[in-house]
């Protein structure tokens, strides 16, 4: 058996919650493979609502496990408080032994967040954007080798290695001025800690590489997008792990090999949230539109996103990324209304046209040649079968598989699970 992976193809969310939500009764084991609680995934079902940080999205399907995967980085409080909305609503993964966490999964401390906090404010107009989770910082101690892992806390001397890192910190942030109190944070944290114990900690390139040898099936869920790894998307304004397919291979533990179908996943438009070149970004009164209409607000920060048209150049880009073998085009009734929807399907760049995302488009920008598309002029929210489909969306499926060279083989219609067509 081969892991299939489900990955955002722009600057996130683009919907993967949902999706993952609805392909996972097909599978046996869901895996987080990489980022943490900077993540917000929307799922929708029966008149609920949920958004979760670093759980998997596979969490509400009874035979599904769920594994946070080794190169997350988790957050103990915000996972204690991600399972307690779980049970206050009727769901206890952890009674039920759905969720296990991988034993080399990166911890996020207070102190990180800290440091997230410093070094944004430092940056003024050139800043990130971060969502302030303790990403970069946490990632970085991973790197650096100095990072504690959830194997590390039923080790007798968790809170020696804890104080060592903190006092780290606290010398790094004496240098950017005082240093908030975080005695509060402290306890929480130091509390979720003895909690997260109570979830099984696994040996998860092992679990993942035995369900695949049982015949088993595996998703990898993605988080952020591939415009935000930090290899290939635009850096500096990313995140601080591979987003991409090859993200799924570093953080379960899985040969390359072992990669079977990769569904990437895009909004039938685009939208940004922080800092960063963003080329078919939009403005105006059809950027607000795109908004309102999208409900575009952070399911994590509830930061307005930036809203701009769908980008051909960058879609591309990320799909040969990541090795892309069936595409998922989400949130196409945002669209419903618009009369005429733009592609952008070349950049002018340094008085050439081109069809590639070039190297530098911070302080050099690609300027979006656009091309204008039918829009369908009709609720679409209630479709769902391929043969209720507008003729003026279907051309638009036609013209992106065209454009994209991978096909279409869901379109999602709606936020809840039953708003799905498989085409
Ligand atoms: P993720 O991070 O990729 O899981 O995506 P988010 O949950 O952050 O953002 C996607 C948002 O769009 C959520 O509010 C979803 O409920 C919503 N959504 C997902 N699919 C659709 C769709 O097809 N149409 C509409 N209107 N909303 C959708
Ligand atoms: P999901 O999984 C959209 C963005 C932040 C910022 C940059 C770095 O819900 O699609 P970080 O917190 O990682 O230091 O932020 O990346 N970002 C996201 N944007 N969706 C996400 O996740 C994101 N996670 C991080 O806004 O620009
Ligand atoms: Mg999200």
């Not at 968790?158 to 950017?176: D, G, P, T």
């Not at 799924?248 to 438009?269: D, E, H, R």
């Not at 302080?363 to 091309?371: D, G, I, S």
């Amino acid at each position: 058996m081969q892991v299939d992976v489900l990955l955002g193809l722009q600057w996130g969310d683009e919907g993967k919650g949902k999706i993952v939500d609805v392909f996972c009764p097909k599978y046996d084991l869901i895996a987080r493979f990489q980022g943490g609680p900077n993540a917000g995934h929307t799922l929708e079902f029966d008149n609920k609502k949920f958004v979760l940080n670093t759980i998997p999205s596979g969490i509400f399907n009874e035979g599904t496990l769920n594994l946070i995967g080794s190169g997350v980085v988790i957050d103990p409080i915000i996972l204690k408080r991600e399972l307690d909305n779980l049970r206050t609503a009727g769901f206890d993964p952890v009674g039920k032994g759905t969720l296990v966490l991988a034993r080399k999964a990166h911890l996020i401390l207070p102190t990180h967040q800290l440091l997230d906090a410093a070094s944004e404010s430092k940056m003024g107009a050139g800043k990130i954007g971060s969502t302030l989770k303790g990403i970069g910082p946490t990632y970085m101690d991973k790197t650096g080798r100095n990072g504690l892992r959830v194997g590390d806390t039923t080790l007798p001397d968790f809170k020696e290695r804890y104080e060592k890192l903190k006092a780290k910190h606290l010398e790094i942030l004496s240098h950017y001025g005082e240093i908030p109190d975080f005695t509060e944070k402290e306890e929480a944290f130091l509390q979720a800690i003895e909690f997260i114990k109570s979830i099984p900690h696994v040996d998860a390139e092992h679990l993942v590489n035995n369900y695949l040898k049982e015949g088993k099936r595996v998703l990898a869920e993605g988080a952020q997008g591939t415009l935000l790894d930090v290899d290939f998307g635009s850096y500096p304004f990313v995140t601080s792990s591979n987003t991409t397919t090859a993200g799924a291979c570093t953080g379960l533990g899985i040969a390359p090999n072992k990669i079977g179908s990769v569904y990437g996943i895009f909004k039938a438009y685009a939208t940004r949230v922080g800092g960063g070149p963003f080329p078919t970004e939009l403005h105006d009164e059809t950027g607000e539109k795109l908004r309102q209409l999208g409900h575009e607000f952070g399911a994590t920060t509830g930061r307005a996103r930036r809203t701009g048209w769908i980008d051909i150049p960058a879609l591309k880009y990320a799909i040969m990324l990541n090795g892309v073998t069936e595409l998922i085009m989400m949130k196409a009734d945002v669209l419903d209304t618009f009369e005429k929807i733009y592609v952008c399907t070349h950049y002018k760049y340094n008085g050439e046209v081109i069809d590639y995302m070039p190297y530098e488009i911070i302080t050099n920008t690609a300027e979006p040649v656009l091309e204008e598309v039918q829009g369908w002029n009709q609720d679409i929210t209630g479709i769902r079968s391929k043969d209720e489909i507008p003729a003026a969306l279907a051309s638009y499926i036609a013209y992106l598989e065209k454009a994209l060279e991978v096909p279409i083989k869901y379109l999602s219609v709606g936020p809840d699970r039953v708003q799905t067509i498989e085409l």
